[in-house]
């Protein structure tokens, strides 16, 4: 009886012990995958930058190519326009594509810096 009694406090003891030890051991998951940043927002952007010195009419009055919408944002940062270099890149293809210098006024080369 007694042998009984020291194999069934061992059983428990070794039982007790293994709960313990998942208690501790965190859930095994998937590692996380690295989320994407968001989108930038160029309108966003265009108000927060732009539009705190020009407003967004001055802004749509002006109509130029890539080049010169690069340049001139560049120009601006210079001149103290807070954006990192994704957030120019963004406001950059925004103006150029809602903004584009005419067709038929694209063939000059000049930069068209307002």
Same mark, same amino acid.
């Given at each position: 009886?007694?042998?009984? %009694? ?5 059983? $428990? ?16 998951? $998937?590692?996380?995958? !690295?989320?994407?940043?968001?989108? %930038? ?13 020009? +407003?967004?009419?001055?802004?749509? =009055? ?9 340049? &001139? ?6 001149? +103290? *326009?807070? %954006?990192?270099?994704? =957030? ?9 594509? &809602?903004? !584009?210098?005419?067709? $038929? *006024? ?9």
């Amino acid at each position: 009886m007694r042998g009984r %009694l020291i194999a069934a406090a061992g059983v $428990a003891a070794a039982l007790a012990a293994s709960v313990a030890l998942a208690a501790q051991s965190p859930p095994s998951q $998937a590692p996380a995958q !690295p989320q994407a940043p968001p989108p %930038l927002d160029p309108v966003a952007i265009l108000k927060d930058a732009c539009a705190m010195c020009h +407003g967004v009419d001055f802004i749509a =009055e002006h109509r130029k190519d890539r080049d010169d919408w690069d340049f &001139t944002v560049r120009r601006m940062i210079d001149k +103290g *326009a807070d %954006l990192n270099p994704d =957030e120019a890149a963004a406001l950059i293809d925004y103006l150029a594509k &809602t903004y !584009p210098k005419p067709a $038929a *006024a694209s063939a000059g080369g000049a930069h068209g810096v307002q």
